[in-house]
């Protein structure tokens, strides 16, 4: 056995209901690492949640003829935190009563905050009108929040791609994320959307979290067909497919020292 890999599990939809059926007596005795892990997963699917927010919104966001778009941090959030239940069965408005380690409690409702205030950050841009691309898209969302999160937890959040697909420098995967890309199925598995693979490495030092992000429909006016031609941001098109692997968002935790 690699001895950087001293054990690998990966968790889906159907693994975390049979997980709860058969543990819910014993989820509190949970260890540091399955509480580490979870929270990575949890983090990363919130700031999935955010990207897939604005995603839907882009057509709105992108409207030359229209000033106000009423897309506030608010309205964000309120459809960040419905999404996020129905993917998690988490409701971040009663975070105190919900099954997540206690570590997760704090990170996730900070997370909330700054993913809030990327949109802040937009407001003046979106809502001026006479054109369209703003810059206010998913990666860039991605990238700010994380970036933030980072210097405020100081827990290593971001999002990355497999070599060849990297547009900006800064999400160049590192080693590790390079060596979990080339495990991952290149399409998505349909029936678990939000597998995610979670390792210990560095002898127990860190948990890291990659959530894939798979390509959907509205993705692919930026990083879909014609490869090469380029799509309103200025990069060159990938020629993805709907449901091509696209990147991941990566997380990596130390885990919190057991308990007396
Ligand atoms: C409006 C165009 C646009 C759309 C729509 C879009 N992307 Fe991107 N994507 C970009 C740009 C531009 C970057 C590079 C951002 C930067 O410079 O940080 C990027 C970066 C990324 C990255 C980070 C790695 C990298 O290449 O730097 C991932 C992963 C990614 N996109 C996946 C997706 C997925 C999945 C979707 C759909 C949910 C999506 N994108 C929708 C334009 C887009």
Redesign the pocket.
């Given at each position: 056995m690699n001895p950087r890999t001293p054990y690998t599990f990966v968790i889906n939809r159907s693994v975390i209901i049979f997980c709860l059926l058969i543990w819910l007596p014993v989820l509190a005795a949970a260890g540091p690492m399955e509480d580490a892990s979870e929270t990575g997963r949890l983090l990363a699917i919130l700031l999935d949640t955010g990207?897939?927010a604005i995603?839907k919104k882009?057509d709105l966001i992108?409207d030359a003829s229209k000033a106000n778009k009423g897309f506030t941090s608010d309205i964000f959030e309120r459809q960040v935190a419905e999404e996020f239940q129905q993917r998690t069965g988490i409701a971040l408005a009663n975070l105190d009563a919900a099954q997540v380690p206690a570590m997760a409690k704090p990170l996730l409702g900070r997370l909330m905050q700054e993913s809030k205030k990327t949109i802040d950050t937009y407001q003046s841009v979106i809502n001026v009108p006479g054109f369209a691309?703003k810059g206010l898209?998913?990666?860039?969302f991605?990238?700010e929040t994380a970036a933030r999160f980072q210097s405020w937890s100081g827990i290593y959040m971001k999002?990355?791609?497999p070599s060849h697909?990297?547009?900006?420098?800064?999400?160049?995967p590192d080693e590790y994320e390079a060596a979990v890309f080339s495990k991952f199925t290149t399409t998505a598995p349909p029936e678990a959307p939000d597998t995610v693979f979670t390792e210990v490495t560095d002898e127990g030092k860190y948990v890291r979290v990659l959530l894939p992000?798979?390509?959907?429909r509205?993705?692919?006016?930026?990083?879909g067909e014609p490869k090469g031609q380029r799509?309103?941001?200025?990069?060159p098109r990938e020629g993805a497919k709907e449901g091509d692997l696209?990147?991941?968002?990566s997380v990596k935790l130390t885990p919190p020292a057991p308990a007396e």
């Open positions: 990207r897939a995603a882009q992108n691309y898209i998913p990666a860039t991605g990238t999002q990355t791609a697909l990297v547009r900006n420098p800064r999400n160049k992000l798979f390509y959907q509205a993705c692919l006016a930026c990083h799509d309103i941001t200025g990069y696209g990147g991941a968002i």
